[in-house]
């Protein structure tokens, strides 16, 4: 009766776990990672429609990095590496009709870093640019930024609160100024 009762026991044992073809992993809902394009928060009406004017919170280079939270996007001052910035702007604003672009980055904790010219979009194919996908369609200006720029001269050690940088860009065009603010874009360390 023993003999019968443990051969029972295995057999059920056997039976269960090789008949049910799901496995642990398949009980348990899958954990989902967005992908760097399902994180931005630029507004815009649809992926594939004009989205509305603003400082694009995703950089290509010198890696791929969704911008907005200084605790998780951090560049490295003091690399010779260029970062590329984008601001879209409404489809109406042409490359004549611009009269200054500049993006401004400013130490939230100390003021202005420095100022940048933006470059409109048909430059690009002139430089070494790696444009998001999303932005093919889209009108949109860029600066290039050489991080050695950030370089802090004090050698101040890596802080989010005082190394966070927030991202201005100012617009004047014949159809109207334009005046757009991304706080706490990032933070850089050295």
Do not use: W
């Not at 603003?54 to 950089?59: A, L, Q, R, V």
């Not at 010219?117 to 690009?124: C, E, G, K, V, W």
């Not at 050489?146 to 927030?166: C, F, H, I, Q, W």
């Amino acid at each position: 009766m023993k003999k019968l009762f443990h051969l029972v026991l295995i057999a059920s044992i056997i039976f269960s776990t090789t008949s049910c073809s799901k496995s642990v992993n398949d009980l348990v809902p899958e954990k989902k990672t967005a992908s760097p394009e399902k994180k931005l928060v630029v507004n815009q009406s649809s992926k594939f429609g004009q989205m509305s004017p603003g400082i694009y919170n995703f950089i290509t280079q010198p890696n791929e990095t969704v911008l907005g939270d200084p605790a998780t996007a951090v560049l490295y001052a003091g690399a010779d590496e260029i970062a590329v910035f984008y601001v879209i702007i409404p489809s109406e604003y042409s490359e004549a009709s611009i009269k200054s672009a500049v993006l401004t980055m400013v130490n939230d904790a100390t003021g202005p870093v420095s100022r940048y010219d933006l470059m409109y979009m048909d430059r690009s194919s002139n430089y070494d640019v790696v444009v998001p996908e999303e932005l093919i369609n889209q009108s949109y200006m860029f600066a290039m930024v050489n991080l050695k720029d950030l370089r802090d001269p004090d050698g101040t050690v890596y802080n989010p609160n005082s190394n966070s940088v927030s991202l201005q860009a100012n617009i004047k065009a014949e159809e109207g100024n334009l005046n757009l603010q991304l706080r706490h874009a990032f933070s850089y360390i050295q």
